[in-house]
């Protein structure tokens, strides 16, 4: 789907503002592209005072992310990205900010929109650590629904679930029908999420990539070649401090 560029919409520190209307989305949200420029996803039937509201809303959470991502650019030109202090999880389209905390034991803790890290000894290696223990949680719980619903819908099983970090792959399958697949999959869109899922549940039948795998993707998602394509640039999508989980 097309995004519209939005002329008249201006805001401080913001390249340039796309409207996309969504058919598939529940709300309004909002993504800061690595250009600087605004994303707004709109669900049909709402307003555009309703969706403006939403964005200015948001100011202070724009702000916030454009010096974060100033951050992150500082941090990888110097090779020291710095620990993030808002998380986007495209594929849940929720938005959390982080706090830390010192506490008697390592553990991190949702509370509302708010994820508290605890760290016995703070440190930002401790901080990675405790995020990426969450992630994978959340991977596991978020990945397992989505699984649970694809296979219901195409008759695909699998066995086992693993959730892991993979530096070159969003998942793999073995010829036992066990998943493995990478929770850093989170920071992207939910299309794209269920594309990779479904791969490696094509594999359960179809461990290579023969015309007939090729086949039961198109059958199960009309769409797979776009998805496909985006999927192959998504490593983009990635907030440069990721490469510390």
Known sequence: ????????????????????????????????????????????????????????????????????SALQLSGRQTGTPAFPSTIDLLCRQQQYNINQHTG??????????????FCKNPSEKQLFQNLRCWL????????????????????????????????????????QGNLS?????LFLPSDLVDHVLLHELVHTLEMNHSHRFWALMKKFDPKFNQHRAELRKAGQLLPGWTVNL
């Open 181 to 185: 697949l990478n929770f850093k999959m």
């Open 1 to 68: 789907m097309a995004d519209l560029l939005l002329e008249g919409v201006s805001l401080a520190g913001i390249s340039r503002c796309h409207l996309r209307r969504s058919l598939r989305a529940k709300r309004i949200r909002i993504e800061l592209r690595p250009d600087r420029s605004l994303l707004i996803v709109v669900p049909s039937g709402i307003r555009e005072d309703q969706w403006l509201a939403f964005v200015l809303s948001k100011r202070q959470w724009i702000e916030r992310n454009l010096q974060k």
């Open 104 to 117: 008697t034991q390592n553990r991190a803790m949702l509370v509302a929109e708010t994820l508290n890290l």
């Open 136 to 175: 994978m949680t959340q991977a596991r719980e978020e990945f397992s629904a989505r699984l649970g619903g694809i296979s219901k819908a195409t008759g695909l099983e699998w066995n086992r679930l693993s959730i892991r970090g993979q530096k070159t792959r969003w998942g793999s399958c073995s010829v």
